[in-house]
């Protein structure tokens, strides 16, 4: 590579030089990854240091998945506009700010604001990452650095729950969560500093996508907050009468976001999502499926999470020791979907949802089934196994696939609709799945009989006897209570997969040879639109397949 000294790329940089700027995009995208997982861990000690209640955890999580989803196309669009380089720059220092302000936060309120903050910093810089390696490879090379970005993608999701452990673990319960944002900080500065001096100028797209839908942006952004609130604040309020008419107004301003999309078409304007595109059939159960497939998988943490540290007294490293198997299983799939998904088609995907069915329902047995004193992490190790092996061979393809099936020239458009999908459906599934944890979450008090019969047990009379028989009531009913809620909690995000299974087969059971061939077409001169939809469901390795543009045919 050394004697190479220019890329054949339409920035004219060196191949050094690429490279380079592809190691500081990579760290911010790391950043933004390991912080979709790194939280789970964090939930309970955030919850007893800052007296968090229920609805607080869920909005740490979903309000971060909300906000980053929200603002992927419009920044994309503004890079293609202004240079990829700079609203990299923008995106990438509201984040660092944002994760200083996140590990400072004096009460939940002040949390959550930031973490909404954080969430919107990196759906802006993200974007940037999928449109320089556009920008800055070609052919073969391009390939290479999209598995390049891949292997990144399955590494910082992996890596999340157990460098959130070790921070609890090394910098105590009661403040080592503010770590877990708070190592953002160094690494985002590093970045930025690098980013200034590797990344080319000029990366904007030499015919800029035009506007922004603003209007189109805030109808929609305002229909799926007044529809996740009653979510998430309801069970903790008691599902007053406000609660059903924000849904009932959510679902008008849904409404209105189509028709005011379909207006702005045919005024001949870029909408946020093109109407046309939910001509295909296919097209729609595909991204129905992106949000209920990212319903289910993402909320299996926030369950087990909880469940393993304030039901189970387990501490936050213990907790990420849990989900190792889960990481490793998906590692394994995506690395081998690549290479099944020529071969066996749609069944890859038809495969890798119904191992992720098949394991969760299996996690869910478990909890029921195992008394809840005596689970482990080898009780969960197998189901949690299958369960990520079926998740990577399912992320890694199947936006190529629901891509596929729209006309080439619209792939662009497609997949930016495609990654929004998955971020709300991440939210959505951690504001479901909360309101049915918490809802579900009762511990029985102790009664006299059971105090007196624990206290014989112990073979001492007197208040020690019954304290101590009352710390072991408790501490079985609180377990008992927490495996009773996160098995129903598991068992919703077992049937968001089950559905996931049946939309699947909307999918073509190939992806068509005039398809593929045409990757600058379906990229529709708009690298920002493919790229900037998808940060997490390319956890294989070649996310421009699923723009529509092979980066080994470019």
Known sequence: MSSITTAPNSLGVSTKRAWQALGVLLIGMFMSLLDATIVNVALPTIRTS?????????WIIAGYALAFGLVLIPAGR??????????????????????????????STQLVVARVIQGLAGGIYLPAVTAFIQLLFSGRTRGTAFAVMGAVIGVSSALGPIVGGLLIQAFGE??????????????????????????????????????????????????????????????????PL????????????????????????????????????YSHAAFTGGTILALVYFAAFTSIFFSISILWQSGLGHTALESGFVSIPFAVGSILGASQSSRLAPILGRKVLVIGVGMLTVGLVAVWLVLLLVPAADLTNWDLLGPLLVAGVGSGLFIAPNAQFIVATVDPQEAGAASGVIGTMQRLGSAVGIAVIGSVFFGALTVVKPTAAQIADAAKKHGADGAQAIKAAITDIVQHNVAVGFAHSAAAAIAVSAAFALIAFFLVFALPKRLSQGWEAKPTESAGAKPTESAGAKPTESAGAKPTESAGAKPTGS
Request: neutral net charge; proline residues 5%.
């Open 50 to 58: 800052l007296s968090a209640n229920e609805a607080t955890l869920s």
């Open 78 to 107: 503004l890079g293609d506009r202004f240079g990829h380089k700079w609203i990299f720059v923008a995106g990438l220092a509201l984040f660092t700010v944002a994760s200083l302000a996140c590990g400072l936060a004096q009460d």
């Open 174 to 239: 009661k403040e080592g969560w503010r770590y877990v944002f708070d190592v953002n900080v160094p690494i985002g500065v590093i970045a930025l500093v690098a980013a200034v001096f590797l990344l080319p100028k000029g990366a904007g797209s030499s015919k800029p996508s035009g506007g922004v839908d603003w209007i189109g942006l805030v109808l929609l952004a305002g229909g799926l907050v007044a529809i996740l609130v009653p979510l998430i604040e309801g069970q903790t309020v008691g599902w």
């Open 242 to 277: 406000w609660t059903y008419l924000l849904i009932a107004g959510g679902v008008v301003l849904i409404v209105l976001f189509a028709l005011w999309e379909i207006s702005y078409t045919k005024r001949g304007k870029s909408p946020l999502v093109p109407p046309h595109l």
